[in-house]
Structures are given as C-alpha cells and as structure tokens.
C-alpha cells in the first residue's frame, strides 16, 4: 500500500483505467486489436463502479498479489511443511517485483494468482491416488482457473505448463491422462479468444520492444529473483549479487539434502520452465523474453528459496534472510519514488497546465505515452497526440483499440487549427535520440511556425510553450 496514492502512472496503467471506463463490447473490441486479453479490464470495469480514484482502482492488483502469497503459502505447506511456507510467504512479502506489479494497473498479478491456483488444483490431482474420486470443485478449480489464466494474459499458457512437464518426468501416465483431459476443457473455454491470440503475441513483441536475449537480459532476469528494474547501476550490482549468493547458499542446502530433493521438482520447473521456453522461443521464432510474461517463475524460485531457509543451519538461514532484506531494502525506494520513463511526473505536469491554459489553448503530444496519462489525470485539458510512425515499435495503438477507446491520434496542421497558442509535451529522451538527425521534426516545424519555445521541465518531461504572436513578419 505504500504510495498507492503518490506513486505516478504510465502509459500502460492510463490505458487500462481509460479502456475499462468503456463498455463490455468496446473493451472486447479494443483487447482483440490489442497485446492482452479482456479478463482484467473487465474486472477493472466493473470495479469503477465503485470507485474511480488512481489509489482504489490499484487495490484489484494487491488483492490478487496478497492471493498470489497465500496459495504460494498453501501450496508449499502442503508439499514442505508450515517453517518452508512461512519462510516463502516472508520472501513475497518483501519481494520489490511483488511490489511493482500489485500496484500496476495491468494484469501480471491477475494472471500470476490464476497460474498458481492452477498449480494448487493440478497438485491436489496429483496427490489424488484415484483422481475419478477427486471432488468436483476441485476439478472446477483446475478448470476455471486455467482458463481464467489464459484470458488474463497472452503468454500465461507457459505458466501452465509446469504441471503436465512434472508428470512427464514422474513417467506418471494415470495422472497425465487427466491433467491433459482438464487442459483440453480449459482449451473449449478459451475457444472464444483463440483466434486473436497469433496477432495478439505478434504485438507483444512489437509492443514491449524485445531484443533477441543474451547474456544482459538473461543477468536481469536473475537479479530480479529479489529485485526489480528500472534501478542505478551500483543497486543492480547489489541485488545480481545478493540473488546469486542467496543461490549459493540454496545450492549448499540442497546438495547436503540431495535425498529429499523431490518434493522441491515441481518449484523448480516453476521457476524454469517458463522461461526457458520463452528463451527458446525467442531464437527459435521471434523474442518473447519477456520478463513480465514468467512472474509466476519468480514465484516458483521464491518457494526454493524459502524451502531452502527451512532446511538451512542457522548461520544459512541469518545469510538467506538477510541478503533477502538487502535486496528489498535498497530496491523498494527506487520503486516507490521512482519518476522517470516510462513513470515521468505526469501529474505534475498537467497540474501546471490546468492552471495555465485557456480553452483556445492547444496541448499537442508527442505520442500517446504522455498523452493517455495526461487523459486520466486531466480529461478537462484539450490534449491531443500525434500518430506513431506507421510499423514502427511505437506503433502499437490499432485503429480498432482507437476506436474502442474513442481516442485518435492528430496530424500537425488539424491539431493546431484554430489556436493561437499552444503546448508541445515531449520526453527529454526522445529529443536526444533526435540529436543526431538534426533534432526533432516536429518541433523543427513548429519553431518555424511559431518561433523559439518557452520551456517547463518536469523531470525527464518538457512542455514546450509555443505562441503564434512570436510569429515573425
């Protein structure tokens, strides 16, 4: 809960808050053209009912992040015992990606609670000796959380995967044949979505801007076991190190308990197989190493960890904790506080805006990333955003997600017909990236329209202030 209500959104949370204020139809129309499927803006839809401040509507994210910790809690009681749970609960509880991703606006908690449900319920198959006697709710648990997993998230069927590969190493057929029958039902009920699902991964690639996976990428996958990125440098390095003596110590653990290491497989191919398949995946067709797309692996690392703690000596165990709490500790400050891209100081922003505009003012973005934040903070402004370049990474935004959203992108002269004076939003970065090919084209066009800015910097944010009295005869 801490900065619920301080902490900035991004582009990413204001597209949620802002297609969920849609219709049930418009929200399907808009997630069939878009990365995601429909299940989270649905719920957020209806939770708007209640509620529409940018706290309350971040509360759906950390119920289902505390679920995520006490199925995690009842899943490793059940296979460890209370200690190993307690020990798992404790390491989610301070985890900085827990953290992150509770209080996004998306559904990466959503979908996480949902692989982990499915996990319980194909657990409690598996310890079923006679499955057919197994209770019917607990098959509908496996049933309805796997298609809930699936209509949550567009790579959440990787998560789901675990249990069918931990049956095919156990060689046990009788339990296989009836997980594989409650995956074909999950199938049926996800029969609706699945001819979206191809173009649906072809724009997560475009959308998250996913390089081809190396040596860097594979390094932050593991310093965020206990961490969490965008970070400074010198916090990185402390957290890749606390992550990997923390694997350390687990790996002395285990190998002096090699004997009873079997109950520890299922949380193993929790944290790898995801992963490792997305990593495949990402040479084999095109890159989906999407670190976002496998939280249900950290998920899976932090029950080895936390088992590991259990069956650790106590000098193991202070090392375990305290590397743990590091990790934590010199992360979560950056999350809570941080305000540079993609989380600049939006709010700041368009708090100075309101205050200074009047209604033949023009507020023109340079693309929907400050736009659709500016939307949710203040839909009073007469905010426009120019188009992304057509195939770009940028272009992301379908015309049927436009649609759906009522919201469409401007071309320069139409967004500036009618003003006489009027605002460029920009991100700082983006000018520099601009520097080379002689600065940015837009602003070029509108300094030769109406002569040099005036500037108002908000963080990595400028608002440049343009006014066609300046205009030279």
Known sequence: MIGI???GIQYDDAFSILLARRTVGEIIQGTAADTMPPLYYLIL???QYMGTSIAFQRLPGIIFSLGIIAVVYKIVYQVENKNAAIWTAAILAVS????YHAQDLRMYSLSTFFILVWDWGALQLIRCENPQKMPVWKWMVIIISGAAALYSHALAG???LVPFVFLLLKKDWQHFKFLIGAGLLVGILYLPWLIHVPGQIAKVQRAFWTPVPGVVEVLQSISMILGDIPVPPVVLGLVLFCSLSVSTVCTVVYFRSRKTLKTVLFFILMGLVPPVILLLLSYALRPMFVARGFLS????VSA???IAAARARPVEKMLIGAFVLLAAICTLPNSIMFNQ?????????AEYLQTEVNDRDVILHDNKLSYFPFEVYAPELNSQFLADQPGSAN?????QTQTALDLFPQVLPTALKGSSRFFFVVFQQTIKEYQAAGGHPIIKQMNALAGQPVLHSFGDLDVLEYSFSQVKP
């Open 96 to 99: 900085p990606l827990q953290y």
């Open 297 to 300: 692996a950290y998920v899976g």
């Open 5 to 7: 209500s301080t902490r």
């Open 45 to 47: 839809h209806f939770w």
């Open 304 to 306: 080895c960890i936390g």
């Open 158 to 160: 990787f998560g789901l």
């Open 395 to 399: 272009d992301t935004l379908a015309l």
């Open 341 to 349: 891209f993609p989380r600049s100081p939006f709010f700041q922003a």
